[in-house]
């Protein structure tokens, strides 16, 4: 996709006024100052690179607000959710993904990490395509006008080597070598990768491990794997094998710059060691984890051991990667009952570049020539960011190195935005959302409704 975009403010890691965003082929050709937008698309707020959601199940959606009730636990939650993944067909996840990943488009993301497990008919019936779930999710990606990374993964066991029970039979292949058969048959499109996952140690068996492992290195694909989660994991895995989750995946030859542990919320200080000493990127969803109650992930620990962040929705409770990098420093602050953990840069880079990264995305999540052209509008109208913005830099500016006034673009993003503030959205030069409304799918409130009508039925 050609075009060409003038942002009246833009973060390019630095704050600008009145940018000219020249596209050429999906790719940003040029940035350049410019104090008139001219023929260009206006772009009328503050721009900043495409978001992405690096762990999502996009199935969740259909439990928000219905897991309320009452107390419970992660596990008593979890059986909402297998009576929902029991439901679903590919065409009804299909048009329920393309809803969700509509709603992503609206929060101003422009790619989706999906660890996908639902891959079989009830009872672990083949469908005719054997990956016709995972293709209903690379479609929906298309529908919505978003990158998807499809992380196929692999889930054998009810627990540490125990068979699957019957809702469980729909995610799993029945052995490693099965499962790295039929993801084999994914191809890759345009806005669409392929990457693996490890369920859990719980749910793969430690001699399943190295057959994911060697499936994704062939590749130089992504790998990812929920990691210590809950305590019960722990326990069940040094009861299992005399090791914690992270020691296994280390041993095992799975911690790595293109492996992501997901949540990571239960660490001791060796696994904190191998994760930040092996680059392998921790993917914080605190929205997830506060509604199920799991715990607060020692996301500065991790970093400071050397692993990159990212973030995601997970079971979708809330569809808003400002507020997850928001809560990421919240959450530190409470827990240590200081402020200043993160620089909102440092939180924007996680929902951005390194985000990206981590769902084999590299070319994308910044502003600058020969990345991604992805482009994220935030009103600065709002009463949420009304006057939030301060000082910049003024046009005919950009690239100077001068030293500008307050820089309050990335705080605004991170501290007062949220979802709702998104009113464009360009991914790979292409304009999906304009003035809040999505280009692709009008009606992304009634699609939802559809959708999730039908999955109820």
Not at 392 to 416: M, W
Request: glycine share 12%.
């Amino acid at each position: 996709m050609n075009g060409r975009f003038w942002a009246r403010y833009a973060w390019t890691g630095a704050m600008e006024s009145g940018v000219l965003i020249e596209v050429s082929g999906g790719r940003i050709a040029s940035l350049q100052a410019d104090s008139a937008p001219g023929d260009a698309v206006v772009l009328d707020g503050l721009v900043i690179p495409g978001l992405a959601n690096a762990h999502s199940h996009a199935f969740h959606r259909a439990l928000r607000g219905a897991t309320q009730l009452g107390g419970g636990t992660f596990w008593t939650w979890r059986e909402t959710m297998y009576r929902v993944a029991a439901a679903l067909t590919p065409d009804e996840y299909l048009e329920l993904a393309r809803a969700v990943y509509a709603e992503m488009a609206l929060a101003g993301i422009t790619c989706v990490g999906e660890f996908h497990y639902l891959h079989h008919a009830p009872g672990g019936v083949t469908y005719d395509d054997p990956n016709a779930m995972g293709e209903a999710l690379i479609e929906a990606a298309a529908q919505a006008g978003i990158r998807i990374t499809l992380l196929d993964t692999c889930y054998l066991s009810s627990g540490f080597g125990a068979p699957p029970d019957e809702t469980q039979l729909r995610f799993s292949d029945g052995s490693g070598e099965a499962w790295a058969e039929r993801v084999s048959g994914l191809k890759e499109r345009d806005h669409a990768r392929v990457g693996a996952a490890v369920h859990s140690v719980r749910a793969v068996p430690a001699d399943q491990l190295g057959v994911i492992g060697a499936w994704a290195a062939q590749r130089n694909a992504p790998i990812h794997a929920h990691v210590s989660e809950q305590p019960a994991e722990n326990e069940g895995c040094l009861a299992a094998y005399g090791v914690t989750p992270t020691r296994l995946l280390a041993d095992r030859g799975l911690l790595g710059p293109r492996t992501t542990a997901v949540h990571a919320t239960h660490l001791t200080s060796e696994d904190i060691a191998l994760l930040g000493g092996s680059a392998t990127t921790v993917c914080m969803c605190p929205t997830t984890e506060r509604d199920l109650a799991d715990g607060i992930g020692p996301a500065r620990e991790v970093q400071d051991a050397g692993s990159p962040l990212s973030l995601g929705s997970d079971s979708q409770a809330v569809i808003d990667l400002f507020e997850e990098a928001r809560a990421m420093e919240l959450n530190e602050r409470l827990r240590t009952r200081r402020r200043g953990h993160w620089t909102a840069d440092a939180l924007l880079r996680a929902a951005t570049v390194d985000g990206h990264a981590s769902l084999g995305w590299p070319e994308a999540g910044t502003l600058e020539v020969g990345a991604l052209a992805d482009l994220v509008t935030i009103s600065l109208d709002s009463v949420r960011t009304a006057g939030s913005l301060g000082s910049v830099r003024t046009a005919g500016s950009f690239d100077s190195g001068r030293t500008a006034g307050p820089l309050h673009g990335a705080e605004t993003a991170v501290f007062a935005a949220t979802s709702a503030d998104v009113s464009d959205v360009v991914a790979g030069g292409r304009v999906i959302v304009r003035r809040g409304v999505h280009q692709l799918v009008p009606d992304v409130a009634g699609a939802l409704r559809q959708a999730l009508a039908r999955v109820a039925s």
